[in-house]
Structures are given as structure tokens and as C-alpha cells.
């Protein structure tokens, strides 16, 4: 590059990038979401779950959102995306809980987030970095209570409560949370949830027994939160559902839930084209025109994150009429037969959105791809801009 060329001549202008393709993310959602899973769990608070960029919707604003609807706390999966929040100003209890040792104990206690340890190790590295820092650690320790993947197994549990006790003694800790996380809950009734409850029961009296004294003991993730109210004790834990989203078929669709899914995912169409009978389209020749027709091009692929397993199955909303993808999802596009119907380059396509205007949902991109909702909204790419809408909450609301 030489001087004289400049460099705002090799940027794209302001806006451009959402001219191609953008995930907007409706934040009045968020908060009526937030404010119908209060309902849901009257008498605890609520820790929206912001991990993972917010489940693909922009970790800050979504945080912001949850915190005007009344989220007292918010938890993420990584201390990098707690310390990101603190860095962007929030001040409220945030909770952080995929640890590794070596892990950033440190800021995240001089930070005042709320760290977890399922293990020995974890609760001495917070007390190491206490004393470091002259602080208290704020640790929640974790019971695996039947999950199988994080948490403490009820055979070490006593000796990490009694470890955590100690370290409260010498001022090194304060143990804030007693909690751990379900397997089975999307699956209403799998015998799983009321053997996990009983065991949760267990391993918060025998912390409390051993002297130790949580602020809050949790267990609900979104389907717990909806649908198994003797499981919210203190806090419920939801993610999914705070994106306006469905945990499973079997806890209900959205609407009955009283959700509103809060991402609508479109494009621009790129390039639309006569094509004759038979012709091949995309990778692979996996669809063929059964007559002469119009082909639409959506400049969106897999590494956008729309789900290459969808190829030939997903619907898609362009010119009025939902239409199936036609052939494979390739990196950047894929193609829809529009059968003929009037369209031009530039149109607007959408792949899922709440459902309002007749879009598919992220439920049926995930049926299509043979996943969860979860999944198909939270790889959205980060090629992809997210359009916030409703930054600012309603006066009231
Ligand atoms: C520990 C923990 N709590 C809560 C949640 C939120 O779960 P969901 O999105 O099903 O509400 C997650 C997400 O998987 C999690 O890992």
C-alpha cells in the first residue's frame, strides 16, 4: 500500500455491509421476553445468559435489554465474555462459569463477577487470586447433580464444601451460589429432572450444614424456568427462551410460550436469472429445474453459518412465497427456484424470523438441518452485521 492511496479508499462505506445480508435483532423482543419468563418464576431473579455473543444476537445490547426488563444478573459461559460486559460498563452481578486453570482469576475477582468451581483446583486458584488482589473472591460452587459434564460429583462434594469454608473463614471467599444444570429438562416429566432436583436438595443442605450461606441457589435453564417451577429456588438461569426461541417441540412453540423471537436473518437477492428446463443448480447438481424458470441467488452460505446439512430442505421467504433452497448451501450462496415469479436483484429474502410476515422460523432452519434452534441462531457468522432495533426501552416498559 503507498500513502497517497489513502485508506478510507479501501474501506466500504458506512452501512454497506448490510446491504448484502443482516441479522436484525429486535431488543423489545429481549425485554418482553425477559419480562414474560419473570413471570414465569415470580419469586426468583433472573440471570439472563448472554454467552456466545448472546446466542448470536450481540452479547452487550442483549444485556442491556434483559437488565431494563429486570435481569439482575447475567451469566456467560467464558470469564473473557463476563470481563467484555464489565469492560462495556456493566455493574450489575454477572456470573462466569467455564474455568481453566490459569484462567483470568484474577481480573474477574478484582471485576467482582461471580467465578464457579466444580473442583479443588478452581476454589484454589479464586483463593490465590483473592489474596493476590486483597479482595473476596465471589465463588458459586457447582454440584453435578446427574448432567454428567460440569459440576462436582457428590462423592468430592464434601470435601470442596468443606475446602470453600474454609476459605470463607480466612476471607479469602465468599460462596454467593450453590447451583448446577439439567440434562433432561426439554423433555417435560423425563424421570432425570426429579432425580437431579432431589440431589440439588442434598447438596445444598449439606453445604449449608458445613456453615456455608448462598445468596442463591440455582438450577433452571429455559425449559426448567417454563415449565418445572419447583425448580427455581432462588434464580432462574434462561438463555434460549430470553432470544424468544423454544428450548424444544415438546415444551411448546414460541407464541404459546408467550415469546417473540428477536432475530430475523435476510438477504438482498444477488442475482436473478431465466434458466431452461433441467438445468443443474449448485455443487453437485442436486436439484435440477423441472421446467424453465427463475432462479434467485441468496448471498449467504455456510460460513455465514446457514447449515450446509439444510441443502435442499430449509425454506426461505423470497417474492411473497416460501420456496425450499434448490441444491446445496454453498460458502457464500445458495440459490431458490422462484418458479418463475417476478424478482430482481436486490430483493429482500428471509430466511427465519419471528414469523409475522409469513417466514420460516429458526425452528424450521433447524428441522431442515436436522439441529436445534439454539445452533442455527447462534453461528450466524460474524460476516453477518446485527442490526439492533429498539435500543431504547419504551418509557414503562
Ligand atoms: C450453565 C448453563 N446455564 C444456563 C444455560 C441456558 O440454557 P437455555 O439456553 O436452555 O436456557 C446454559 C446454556 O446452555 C448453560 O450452559
Wanted: hydrophobic share 45%; proline share 7%; aromatic share 4%.
Amino acid at each position: 500500500m503507498n500513502d497517497r492511496s489513502g485508506t478510507t479508499a479501501l474501506t466500504a462505506p458506512p452501512g454497506s455491509e448490510t446491504l448484502r445480508a443482516r441479522a436484525e435483532i429486535d431488543l423489545d423482543a429481549v425485554r418482553a421476553n425477559v419480562r414474560a419468563l419473570r413471570a414465569r418464576a415470580p419469586r426468583a431473579e433472573l440471570m439472563a445468559v448472554v454467552k456466545a455473543d448472546g446466542y448470536g444476537h450481540g452479547a452487550l445490547p442483549c444485556a442491556r435489554a434483559a437488565r431494563e426488563a429486570g435481569a439482575s444478573w447475567l451469566g456467560t459461559a467464558t470469564p473473557q465474555e463476563a470481563l467484555a460486559l464489565r469492560a462495556a460498563g456493566d455493574t450489575g452481578r454477572l456470573m462466569s462459569w467455564l474455568w481453566t486453570p490459569g484462567g483470568p482469576w484474577r481480573e474477574a475477582v478484582e471485576a467482582d463477577i461471580d467465578v464457579s468451581a466444580s473442583a479443588l483446583w478452581a476454589l484454589e486458584e479464586a483463593v490465590e487470586a483473592a489474596r493476590g488482589s486483597g479482595r473476596t473472591a465471589r465463588v458459586q460452587l457447582k454440584a453435578d447433580t446427574g448432567l454428567g459434564r460440569g459440576g462436582c460429583q457428590p462423592a468430592d462434594w464434601p470435601a470442596l464444601v468443606a475446602a470453600a469454608r474454609a476459605a470463607e473463614a480466612e476471607g479469602a471467599v465468599k460462596v454467593t451460589g450453590v447451583w448446577s444444570h439439567f440434562a433432561c429438562a426439554d423433555e417435560p416429566g423425563h424421570p432425570a429432572n426429579a432425580a437431579q432436583l432431589e440431589a440439588f436438595r442434598e447438596a445444598v443442605a449439606l453445604a449449608e450444614r458445613a456453615g456455608l450461606d448462598p445468596e442463591v441457589r440455582h438450577h433452571a435453564n429455559s425449559p426448567a424456568t417454563l415449565t418445572l417451577p419447583e425448580s427455581h429456588f432462588d434464580l432462574v438461569r434462561p438463555g434460549v427462551s430470553v432470544y424468544g426461541l423454544s428450548p424444544s417441540p415438546e415444551v411448546g412453540v414460541a407464541a404459546e410460550l408467550g415469546l417473540r423471537p428477536a432475530m430475523t436473518l435476510s438477504a438482498s437477492l444477488a442475482l436473478v436469472k431465466q434458466v431452461p428446463a433441467g438445468h443443474g443448480v449448485s455443487y453437485g447438481h442436486t436439484y435440477r429445474t423441472p421446467g424453465a424458470t427463475t432462479l434467485g441467488l441468496v448471498p449467504l452460505g455456510y460460513a455465514d453459518g446457514v447449515p450446509r446439512h439444510a441443502s435442499g430442505t430449509a425454506p426461505v421467504l423470497a417474492a411473497g412465497k416460501l420456496r425450499t433452497v434448490a441444491g446445496r448451501i454453498a460458502m457464500d450462496q445458495f440459490v431458490v427456484d422462484l418458479g418463475g415469479d417476478d424478482a430482481s436483484a436486490g430483493d429482500e429474502v428471509v430466511l427465519f424470523g419471528p414469523g409475522d410476515r409469513g417466514e420460516p422460523t429458526a425452528e424450521d432452519w433447524a428441522r431442515a438441518a436436522g439441529t436445534i434452534s439454539y445452533e442455527i441462531v447462534t453461528r450466524i457468522g460474524a460476516r453477518v452485521p446485527r442490526v439492533h432495533v429498539n435500543e431504547q426501552a419504551a418509557v414503562g416498559g
